[in-house]
Structure formats: structure tokens, C-alpha cells
Nanobody
Framework: QVQLVESGGGLVQAGGSLRLSCAAS????????MGWFRQAPGKEREFVAAINWSGNSIRYADSVKGRFTISRDNAKNTVYQQMNNLKPEDTAVYYCAAAASFGPVVAGRPDYWGQGTQVTVSS
């Protein structure tokens, strides 16, 4: 069974930083594309960032460009998201996602989802 397990969420003041991690496990699972989504209270889940296996193709939502950095360690089957200059509007549950290609991830239909980790940014 495939599992995506997120960690690194928490409470931070505006302007602060957090680093999220997502470890993938299960059988011979090595997803080509891994990424992050978020869902704020009362809002739909939205795409945040995604990265391919080699790391030479990365996508970001406009709202996080220049502040968030996605990276991955394939030896550990882990994807990271460094979040800097956090704003109160970044408050959400952040979900890890994985798929064979960018299309499903960006469209919000990845093959696998994590359980989510809460990020709260206070003003």
C-alpha cells in the first residue's frame, strides 16, 4: 500500500518560515511527480507546487512564487517545501500529492494524497 506522510507543520508568526516534508513509501513506489496542495477553511483545495523526478521541472502557484521552494531527495523518496515570508493567508492544511505526470497534479487529481499537516500563520 502506498503512503504519503507529511510533517513539519505548525504555528508561526507572519514573516516566519517553515519546512514541510513528505515521505513516500510502499512497494516499489517512486513517483515521477510530487507536489503540495493546501486547503484553507471554507475554501477549495488548491495547487501550490510540484516537482518532477529529476528536479529540472518545477511548477508554482502564483501566490507562492518567490516565497516557497520545492525540492526532493529521491534516495529518501521525500519531497520538501521550504516556506519563507509566510503570510496569514498561507494558513491552511497542506497536503502532499504524487502522480506519474504533472497534468493530474496541476489539475488537482493526483494518484495519491497524504493526510495533511496544519500550517497556521499568525498576524
Amino acid at each position: 500500500q502506498v503512503q504519503l506522510v507529511e510533517s513539519g507543520g505548525g504555528l508561526v508568526q507572519a514573516g516566519g518560515s517553515l519546512r514541510l516534508s513528505c515521505a513516500a513509501s510502499g512497494r516499489t513506489f517512486s513517483p515521477n511527480v510530487m507536489g503540495w496542495f493546501r486547503q484553507a477553511p471554507g475554501k477549495e483545495r488548491e495547487f501550490v507546487a510540484a516537482i518532477n523526478w529529476s528536479g529540472n521541472s518545477i511548477r508554482y502557484a502564483d501566490s507562492v512564487k518567490g516565497r516557497f521552494t520545492i525540492s526532493r531527495d529521491n534516495a529518501k523518496n521525500t519531497v520538501y517545501q521550504q516556506m519563507n515570508n509566510l503570510k496569514p493567508e498561507d494558513t491552511a492544511v497542506y497536503y502532499c500529492a504524487a502522480a506519474a505526470s504533472f497534468g493530474p497534479v496541476v489539475a488537482g487529481r493526483p494518484d495519491y494524497w497524504g493526510q495533511g499537516t496544519q500550517v497556521t500563520v499568525s498576524s
